[in-house]
């Protein structure tokens, strides 16, 4: 597996590091937060979205 998105894996990881914090502290129920990380990562893993023009965009992981 290839990281071939770099940007937006790294928004992916931030994202996911903030969420997993918050929940450490109590500042976000641990049920909404749960639910916020599978979105996280079924986004992730997802094709992702087109664009309004119809170029495709690279997935976070490829294939080597």
Known sequence: MNI???PKALIVL?????ITVLMAIGKIDQSAGTGILGTIVGYSVGNSIRPKNGEQVPPIFGRK
């Open 4 to 6: 071939t998105n770099p």
């Open 14 to 18: 931030v994202a996911m590091v903030c």
